[in-house]
């Protein structure tokens, strides 16, 4: 059985990646401008550069991470064989996925308020996953 992110119950086959894609666009544009401007709010203390540095960082790293979230989910959701299981590890792991990388790479680059920065995306994005878990289970019993 597949799902709407083209990901078959055996997870072999990802044809609906690009179509996962153009639906999640303005989904990841409008991450990009609300997680990028929380940035720059949060970190304008520190200096406009050193802000616009952390905003441009984050609201990227947003809209990837927004365009890839919903294929993440469909791609875990269907290699668990536990139903509870299927609707609390694939939110879990990609929040984890993002907060190490966000962690990482926003102390590279010198953000000041680094877990002021990254909280509110983390959690929006953590209830996007479990949204989007909810719609394959639904999905799955049709």
């Known amino acids: 059985m597949k799902s709407r992110m083209g990901v078959d119950s055996g997870g072999t086959q990802f044809r609906g990646f690009s179509s996962g894609l153009s639906k999640d666009g303005p989904f990841a544009v409008l991450a990009f401008v609300v997680w990028g401007g929380w940035a720059l709010y949060a970190n304008f203390h520190a200096g406009f550069v050193v802000a616009v540095i952390s905003a441009v960082f984050q609201g990227t790293f947003s809209l990837v991470m927004t365009l890839c979230m919903g294929f993440l989910t469909a791609f875990l959701y269907h290699r668990l064989a536990v ?40 959690v929006v994005g953590y209830g996007f996953c479990l949204y989007r878990t909810i719609q394959l289970r639904k999905e799955g019993s049709k």
């Open 83 to 122: 139903p509870w299981l299927q609707l609390v590890m694939p939110a879990l792991l990609i929040s984890l996925l993002a907060l190490g990388c966000l962690t990482l790479l926003h102390h590279v680059i010198g953000t000041p308020e680094i877990m002021m920065t990254i909280w509110p995306a983390l």
